[in-house]
């Protein structure tokens, strides 16, 4: 296993208090928060993070000089650019034990790691407390995202708490109508795009580009800092139960923001000594079938990932044929050791129902993650002596009517108590 570290070890003149942003393409190098930016000025390649120094464990929570929680994603203050950010608070999510489904599956220990407990109802808010703290430190008046529903949500409910206009671009039709109801609350100004979400990232980034508005989507380098605590909690969480970290976290994909956060949260952790390269877990990414342009790269063996015009699936958080962060993503499975999967829509549906057997709702998307789970363990790419993470990512209630359909239905009954009994006993 090779993780191809990037050293941090001396800051260039740019750097900002010990932080800058590296192209991942050409190597160059950009002061953080003087100019926007989301791409490489000289190439247009994406942008990644960078530290002088990396935090061990032992250094989280050390009580920098911050007013911020102790708990969740601004306790890993210092691996990230401020102290704390705009706050609901987020993260601190549970890893579930769910015993029942570890042994269907058949591996020797299986955890969820429900990202749906967020403020928000989903992981996304771990990307907005800190993407739109930066937005504050540049000055922008309007913030904007392209959005399956979960980003809007959360840019809409952390750009109302910094009281910053927000825009969110919806593919029409496309989004579940709880996430349209929070952006809406919260105060979203909402526009549906006669396309899907890759054509609403299209116009998002021009408007971007126009500089009418601060693009929030995972292609911002900010918005994976927030999502990399994920990471920092599964191994802290899982190494307190069994003095081990995980052989592999296994994840939906979509832009593959997560993918790309998870896995520099490893290699910042590998070059801080906290942990060692033996110790990074597998990532291996699900995608449903109907939108699976990841998996494809990764059976074929391709260093690009062909954009898929035409994308469905039930699973609308990961209908997405164009992931922006596949330069970042694929060397995180390919490096660790991982894979990629497609799954069905009723293989899906029926993981959300195994997940929601031991008390854990989710919405479709996230269940993505036990369905490809199930899958590799059937065709022997998993092994049975495995200790697994499925990281779920949003909650039941973001597509009730998904749920409705996946559930059972009500049963009518008579106003009397002898008549409910005696349909109990049919």
Known sequence: MSLDLAASAEAPACADDGVWLTCIACGETFAPFTDVRYTCDDCDGLLEVRYADLPTFAEFGAGADSDGPDRGVWRYREALPFDVGVTLPEGDTPLHRVDRLEADVGVDALRVKHEGMNPTG?????????????????????????????????????????????????????????????????????????GNFDSCLDIVQDLAARGEAYLLNSLNPFRLEGQKTIGFEILEEFHADYDTYPDRIVLPVGNAGNTAALYKAFRELVQSGAIDEADVPKLTGVQAEGAAPMVEAIEEGNDEVRRWEEVETRATAIRIGNPVNAPKALPGIRNTGGTAVAVSDE??????????????????????SIAGLKKLRREGVVDDDEQVVCLTTGHLLKDPDAAYEAGSEPEPVPNDTDDVLAHLAE
């Open 122 to 194: 989903s992981f996304k808010d771990r990307g907005m407390t800190v993407g739109v703290r930066v937005a504050e430190e540049l000055g922008v008046g309007r913030l904007a995202c392209a959005s399956t529903g979960n980003t809007s949500a959360a840019l809409a409910a952390y750009g109302g708490r910094a009281d910053l206009q927000t825009l969110v671009l919806l593919p029409s039709g496309k989004v579940a109508a709880g996430k349209i109801a929070q952006a809406s609350l919260h105060g979203a100004r909402i526009l549906e795009v006669d």
């Open 347 to 368: 293989e899906i549906t029926d993981a959300q129902r195994d997940l929601a057997h031991e008390g854990v709702g989710v919405e479709p998307a996230s269940a993505a």
